[in-house]
């Protein structure tokens, strides 16, 4: 009795990790020429600067490529695939009012992405953001420590989509 749960289990975990697997990369779409990709820093031009988002904006995007297509990342100005982009908004605002004082602010974090089809001379701009909203009693630097990754995260998977998945 005790086996058939443990390979029940067993085969649910393994079913679920592998919908997960396919599911990501399923949806990616790259023609069978394109075999390089150049992502260039990120550069912030926010007026306010986190000085960690552009750093981890640009490592996370490169992971995520390099983890989830076949392309070769190459610092050559031929790439077949070029990505670039800056920070174009880093601000805080008030989100939520009660009895006359602020209870929740919004972080929008927003970029500008260029990204370049050398093959067919193709260039697509376009703009990501987020939103977060924290607790009007915490600092921003409080809020930046605890939700960078995130922010980062949801940057990402939006410059990834755009690109990779049609969206």
């Not at 077949?80 to 605002?93: E, M, N, R």
């Not at 009007?136 to 990834?160: G, M, P, R, W, Y």
Request: net charge negative; aromatic share 8%; with cysteine.
């Amino acid at each position: 009795m005790n086996n058939k749960i443990i390979l029940t289990m067993l085969a649910a975990v393994l079913l679920f990790t592998g919908c997960h697997v396919s599911y990501s990369l399923r949806n990616v779409s790259i023609p069978a020429e394109v075999k390089t990709v150049k992502i260039t820093y990120f550069e912030n031009k926010a007026r306010y600067v986190n000085p960690q988002l552009s750093p981890k904006l640009t490592d996370k995007l490169t992971q995520t490529v390099a983890g989830q297509t076949r392309l070769t990342s190459t610092n050559r100005d031929d790439a077949h695939y070029q990505i670039s982009g800056y920070i174009s908004d880093y601000s805080v605002s008030t989100s939520a009012i009660s009895q006359q004082s602020a209870t929740t602010n919004r972080l929008t974090v927003a970029a500008h992405i260029t990204f370049l089809n050398t093959l067919e001379n193709k260039t697509d701009e376009f703009d990501v953001n987020t939103n977060l909203d924290f607790d009007a009693n915490l600092s921003l630097q409080q809020a930046e420590a605890s939700h960078t990754e995130e922010i980062v995260k949801n940057l990402t998977d939006q410059i990834f989509n755009h690109i990779f998945s049609n969206w």
